[in-house]
């Protein structure tokens, strides 16, 4: 009798077991990826929401990360704009123009950065103003905002918070962490100068000519680096005199420079 009974139960059990087929890796990686991304601690958040990053065309990653712009932390809403950067998320510019708003610095810096790898100008709207100290246009940055820029503390906070990825010249990357102290703002705009390096703007050229002569070595490099890759031979001028800079990294990078742009 047990036997018969069993014997009927098992295929109702394989049944189900087909009909509820076991969880895919796809599927257990999403899970993970939401659990983190409302969980109650905001480091955890923000480590799932800069792994978005890595799924590229997939709507749901996009809308998770869009989502996390909202988040009530910075380092949240800074990982998610990374995060729609990385993969890609044109949908997203119109949200991220609204994160560059934001009265907190890595969120702006995120934004813009996001922006750029996205192709969209207005991000060298918060590069001019951090390289200047001005406004490019009327539009764009608020005064909140230009007062965040000029304050060094916060320049700082962000260039230290950023690592390498705000110093221009991989090789020396780590040699110029170490010289530049905590109240210095050099790493920060010598990256703006890097990225400015696209705007045709004739502002933008001109400041990145009075830059060249800036009293920062790193930022003077960044700009010649700059003015290198733009292609515009007639702001030499503004670099010419650099192949007698007492820094060496300045000096060399000037040589480049007029090399490139001479031949």
Known sequence: MRFGLMSRIAPIAFAAAVLVPAQTPADKSWKILEGGIANNNAGTREKAVRALGLITNHTKAVQLAEKALGDPKPDVQAAAA?????????????KLVDAIKSKETEVVFAAANALFVLGDPRAYEVYYAV?????KSGEGLVES?????????????MGFEAGVGFIPFGGAGLTVFKMVTKDDTSPVRAAAGLKLAGDRDAKTSAALMQAASDKKWLVRAAIVDSIAKRGDASLLKAVWPLLEDENEVVKFTAAGAILRLTK
Do not use: F
């Open 82 to 94: 990374d995060a729609l950067g990385q993969m890609g998320a044109k949908s997203a510019i119109p």
């Open 145 to 157: 905002q230009m007062k965040m820029i000029k304050d060094p503390k916060a320049m700082a906070k």
């Open 131 to 135: 390289l200047t100290g001005e406004r």
